[in-house]
C-alpha cells in the first residue's frame, strides 16, 4: 500500500468539540511547530511538507486521504 509523502493534503473533520490537530517536525530533534483546535463538524485541510513530517490528532475525527479514509473513536 502507497503512503501519504511529501505534498499531499489530506482533510481532518471534527466529530466532537476540541479536536486538537499538532504537527510535527522533520529531523533528528522532533519537535511541535503547529496546534489547531477544531470544534465539532469544522475541517482542516493540511498536508506534509519539508518542515512537517508528522501530525498528531487527539480527540474523534475522519481523515480523509488519497489513502482512504480513517476514523479516530478514541
Known sequence: ???LSQGDYFII???EDGVQVIGLTRGS???FHHAEKLDKH???VVQFT???SAIKIK???IIHSSVGQV???E
Open 59 to 61: 480527540g474523534k475525527a
Open 29 to 31: 530533534n522532533t519537535k
Open 71 to 73: 476514523q479516530n473513536d
Open 13 to 15: 473533520k471534527a466529530l
Open 1 to 3: 500500500m502507497q503512503g
Open 50 to 52: 519539508e518542515h512537517t
Open 42 to 44: 469544522e475541517m482542516l
